[in-house]
């Protein structure tokens, strides 16, 4: 698995959730994993090379 160069594992997991800038920028990343866990951050800084909580989602 190849990880994406600007969002890293958050690109291929199930607790991401994209949403789009609302002027064309960067999209965001946000981690709803953050809810449950307070260790994690909601808008983590990217590209995310490490995570412990990282689920990879099924294409
Ligand atoms: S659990 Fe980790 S890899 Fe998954 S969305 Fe959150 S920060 Fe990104």
Known sequence: MSLHPTVGLCATCI????IPHPR???DYWRCRKAE???TM???PRLPVLAC???VTKEE
Do not use: C, F, I, T
Request: charge should be neutral; aromatic fraction near 6%; avoid cysteine.
């Open 15 to 18: 607790h991401a959730e994209r």
């Open 36 to 38: 449950e866990d307070k």
């Open 52 to 54: 412990p909580a990282h």
């Open 24 to 26: 064309g920028g960067n």
């Open 41 to 43: 951050l909601k808008y």
